[in-house]
């Protein structure tokens, strides 16, 4: 199912919360709204479910126009951040909670079989007869999926679905979620201010930046060749150089004397670990910078915090000449 959001806007008094926005969305796809909180990303997943009505625009759900839509009629799965499951139902009758409900009668037999396949899918069919609170923060939101998946929705639409949740368990939950889509093939929105959630998952993502789009593009696309400051500075560590120019941690380098060109006097700030590389930051020109070094390259220089150095950046992005040449 393709999804077509045209000139969208959405006002709530006189705060505009989509301000003109389009979308294409593929058939099959999994895409990410990533943006800080408060852009508008959450406003355009509800206008999407029929959760909300834009003021001005269109949706259409595989060309046909889905506006005057009710949300009980597009056939679209929602799964929110906090579960949302009902706490006097078993696991097993919260998931057949769609299909009892159903215009179309389903029979007992269809149900089980099928409540029991969702819940084999999202691989907690052993806590059939468990309730929510007997589940972890993780397993609670598997059973949200199923839940949503229960009634072959042709849209899954997730609002922040692992924001409430521990970062490993996130981490194991992203995973999962790619392993699923794959499985189910059912085009795939989710919402989230977690980049690294975004590249990880997405087939594409769409950053949104005060109710409108900045860009749109594989996980690949937006990181490597970001469209404006504003995607750039969002989706990494980002220094700025000559007050225009940006680098990212890894594209600075560190040396003990001059003899590069570009070279810039810097001191060292703090040393950090972090990992595979070292973090330092140093004061170069009135301004923090943050350079990632491997830890092979730290031993080479034995970095101390007063120390004097030079600082190069090996890759700058001027965005101001990009748009003057284009």
């Known amino acids: 199912m393709s999804i077509q959001v045209r000139n969208v806007t959405k006002r709530f008094g ?9 979308l294409e969305i593929g058939s099959g796809e999994l895409v990410a709204l990533l943006s800080p909180s408060g852009m508008g990303k959450t406003t355009l997943l509800r206008i999407i479910a029929g959760l909300e009505w834009p003021d001005a625009g269109q949706v259409r759900f595989h060309g046909e126009d889905a506006t005057e839509t009710h949300a009980r009629e597009r056939n679209v799965g929602f799964v929110f951040q906090h579960y949302a499951l009902f706490r006097h139902m078993t696991i097993f009758e919260n998931v057949a909670f769609g299909l009892r409900v159903k215009k179309e009668r389903v029979s007992k037999s269809e149900i089980h079989s099928k409540v029991m396949n969702l819940l084999k899918l999202v691989q907690l069919d052993w806590l059939a007869d468990r309730y ?83 860009q749109v593009g594989t996980p690949e696309e937006v990181y490597q060749n970001p469209a404006t400051p504003f995607v750039y500075e969002f989706l990494g560590d980002v220094n700025l150089f000559h007050g225009r120019q940006y680098a990212r941690p890894h594209e600075v380098e560190i040396h003990r004397d001059a003899t590069r060109e570009g070279s810039i006097p810097a001191q060292v700030e703090h040393v950090a670990p972090r990992g595979p590389v070292v973090r330092v930051e140093l004061r170069a020109a009135n301004r923090t910078v943050e350079v990632d070094l491997s830890r092979e390259r730290q031993r080479d220089l034995k970095l101390v915090a007063g120390q004097n150095v030079y600082i190069r950046p090996t890759v700058l992005k001027d965005f101001e000449k990009a748009s003057q040449s284009a």
């Open 14 to 22: 006189s705060f505009t919360a989509l301000d003109d926005v389009s």
């Open 132 to 214: 929510p609170h007997q589940l972890s923060g993780g397993q609670r939101q598997r059973i949200a999926l199923a839940r949503s998946l229960a009634v072959e929705p042709k849209v899954l639409l997730l609002d922040e679905p692992f924001g409430a949740l521990d970062a490993k368990v996130r981490k194991e939950l992203r995973r999962w979620l790619r392993r699923l889509h794959d499985e189910v093939h059912a085009t795939t929105v989710f919402v989230t201010h977690d980049q690294e959630e975004a590249m990880e998952v997405a087939d594409r993502i769409v950053v949104m930046n005060q109710g409108r789009i900045e």
